[in-house]
């Protein structure tokens, strides 16, 4: 069977909770996403912010949405994603400097993933010693090869 169509890369997740706040404390806070925008629809029940990672045609939008109204459809915040995966440029910094932030992290460290590269999780759920976690979502963190390195410096200009 040939598919007529690839799959080139992630264009958006969107990730729902009951304030949005919280989630830009991970989302824009810690990770250093930009907020590019913001959507409201009474129709679809939404506060949205646009959140942006890289640029040109690496860019993807993360959305952080909350419900104009708990009580209506859709409920945009009891859907949460099962997890996303973000490439990171150094895993070990990046887990140190979180950890350091109060982001709670799922156990098992940093391990190698089922796509060979090393990994680790961020924990779906805050406690009192970690207050900062993904609001329901599980985010796994991949340390990317030299070459998406590479790939994601040289749209930005930046050495590497």
């Known amino acids: 069977m040939t ?32 907020v ?5 629809s009474e129709r679809e029940n939404v506060d949205e912010d646009i959140c942006a990672i890289g640029s040109g045609p690496f860019k993807v939008e993360v959305d952080l949405m909350q419900p104009l109204d708990p009580d209506k459809k859709p409920a945009v915040h009891t859907t949460p994603l099962n997890h996303v995966g973000l490439w990171i440029d150094d895993l070990p910094k990046a887990m140190a400097w979180l950890t350091a932030q109060g982001v709670r992290f799922a156990p098992g460290g940093i391990r190698p993933g089922a796509a060979g590269f090393d990994i680790c999780f961020l924990h779906p759920k805050a406690n009192e010693e970690f207050p900062i976690a993904g609001e329901g979502v599980l985010i796994e963190l991949v ?18």
């Open 3 to 34: 598919r007529p169509f690839k799959v080139l890369g992630i264009q958006q997740i969107a990730i729902g909770a009951p304030s949005k706040d919280r989630l830009r404390t991970l989302w824009v806070d810690m990770l250093g996403l930009d």
């Open 36 to 40: 590019t925008g913001n959507f409201v």
């Open 143 to 160: 340390q990317a090869p030299p070459e998406v390195v590479a790939a994601f410096a040289s749209l930005q200009g930046a050495p590497h």
